[in-house]
C-alpha cells in the first residue's frame, strides 16, 4: 500500500481512513499501524471460512473494531507477522524447537515426495531431506508441514527448490540453518494466525461503519459529507 510516487500521501490508503481511525480511537494512526492491523485481521487463521462465501465474489473487507484496544493488539499483531514474513525479524526462541536429527548419506538435499517427507503421530513429527530419512529436521507440527499460502505449501516447496544444494561444507551449514529458520518462522507464524484470530472475534463484537471514513455506499466515490447513512462495515 506504499505509493512510491514523489507526490501524494505516501500511502495508497482510502482518503479519510486515517483520519477516521485517528478519531474513533482518540490518537494518531499512521498508515503502518493501519496496515498492520489489516495484515493481523486478514491473516486470522478463520477469516476465509468465516467470509467464504462474501469472498467469493467480493475483495476481502476489514472489520475495523471499534475499541482502540483491540485495533491496537491487531497492530502489533500484524507488526510481527510483517516483520517475520519479510526476514526482518528472527523468530522468537520459544518456537525454536525443530532440530537436525541423524547424519546424510548422501552428498546432497533430495526431499522426497511430500506423501514420504513427514511423518509423524498426534500433529508432531520429522521432515526427511533424503528419501533413506537418514539425515531429517525433527520437531515439525503438522500444522507446520502442511502450512500453505494459495495452495503453495511453503515449506515442502522450499525444501524442493533447493534440492541438489550440497549438505556438508561451509553452504550446506548454511542451508541447514536456513532450513531450521524457516521451520521456527512457520511455527510462529500460525501461532500468531491464532492470536489474530481472537482479535478478529472481538473485533467482529463491534466494527466502525464506512460512515466514519467518509466512505460512501460500497463502489461509490468517497462521500465528501461523511456517508451518515451508510452504516455497512468497511
Same mark, same amino acid.
Given at each position: 500500500?506504499?505509493?512510491?510516487?514523489?507526490?501524494?500521501?505516501?500511502?495508497?490508503?482510502? !482518503?479519510?481512513?486515517?483520519?477516521?481511525?485517528?478519531?474513533?480511537?482518540?490518537?494518531?494512526?499512521?498508515?503502518?499501524?493501519?496496515?498492520?492491523?489489516?495484515?493481523?485481521?486478514?491473516?486470522?487463521?478463520?477469516?476465509?471460512?468465516?467470509?467464504?462465501?462474501?469472498?467469493e465474489?467480493?475483495?476481502p473487507?476489514? #472489520?475495523?473494531?471499534?475499541?482502540?484496544?483491540?485495533?491496537?493488539?491487531?497492530?502489533?499483531?500484524?507488526?510481527?507477522?510483517?516483520?517475520?514474513?519479510?526476514?526482518?525479524?528472527?523468530?522468537? #526462541?520459544?518456537?525454536?524447537?525443530?532440530?537436525?536429527?541423524?547424519?546424510?548419506?548422501?552428498?546432497?538435499?533430495?526431499? !522426497?515426495?511430500?506423501?514420504?517427507?513427514?511423518?509423524?503421530?498426534?500433529?508432531?513429527?520429522?521432515?526427511?531431506?533424503? #528419501?533413506?530419512?537418514?539425515?531429517?529436521?525433527?520437531?515439525?507440527?503438522?500444522?507446520?508441514?502442511?502450512?500453505?499460502?494459495?495452495?503453495?505449501?511453503?515449506?515442502?516447496?522450499?525444501?524442493?527448490?533447493?534440492?541438489?544444494?550440497?549438505?556438508?561444507?561451509?553452504?550446506?551449514?548454511?542451508?541447514?540453518?536456513?532450513?531450521?529458520?524457516?521451520?521456527?518462522?512457520?511455527?510462529?507464524?500460525?501461532?500468531?494466525?491464532?492470536?489474530?484470530?481472537?482479535?478478529?472475534?472481538?473485533?467482529?463484537?463491534?466494527?466502525?461503519?464506512?460512515?466514519?471514513?467518509?466512505?460512501?455506499?460500497?463502489?461509490?466515490?468517497?462521500?465528501?459529507?461523511?456517508?451518515?447513512?451508510?452504516?455497512?462495515p468497511?
Open positions: 500500500m506504499h505509493n512510491h510516487a514523489g507526490e501524494g500521501a505516501g500511502h495508497l490508503l482510502a !482518503p479519510g481512513l486515517l483520519a477516521g481511525l485517528s478519531k474513533a480511537y482518540g490518537g494518531k494512526v499512521t498508515a503502518q499501524d493501519a496496515f498492520d492491523a489489516m495484515l493481523a485481521l486478514l491473516s486470522a487463521a478463520s477469516y476465509t471460512t468465516r467470509f467464504a462465501h462474501d469472498l465474489n467480493e475483495f473487507h476489514v #472489520p475495523f473494531p471499534a475499541d482502540g484496544a483491540v485495533f491496537r493488539d491487531a497492530a502489533a499483531i500484524g507488526a510481527r507477522i510483517r516483520d517475520l514474513q519479510g526476514f526482518r525479524a528472527a523468530p522468537d #526462541p520459544a518456537f525454536r524447537k525443530a532440530r537436525l536429527d541423524g547424519k546424510a548419506s548422501g552428498p546432497v538435499l533430495d526431499i !522426497p515426495t511430500p506423501a514420504q517427507a513427514w511423518t509423524g503421530a498426534d500433529g508432531m513429527g520429522a521432515v526427511a531431506l533424503l #528419501p533413506d530419512q537418514s539425515l531429517r529436521i525433527t520437531g515439525v507440527s503438522e500444522r507446520v508441514w502442511r502450512f500453505n499460502v494459495s495452495g503453495y505449501q511453503a515449506l515442502y516447496r522450499w525444501l524442493r527448490a533447493r534440492k541438489g544444494e550440497a549438505l556438508s561444507g561451509a553452504s550446506g551449514a548454511a542451508l541447514l540453518k536456513a532450513a531450521l529458520d524457516v521451520v521456527w518462522r512457520i511455527e510462529e507464524l500460525v501461532d500468531l494466525f491464532d492470536r489474530a484470530d481472537e482479535v478478529l472475534e472481538r473485533a467482529l463484537k463491534t466494527t466502525l461503519k464506512r460512515a466514519d471514513f467518509g466512505l460512501g455506499p460500497r463502489g461509490a466515490a468517497p462521500a465528501e459529507d461523511g456517508g451518515e447513512d451508510d452504516d455497512e468497511a
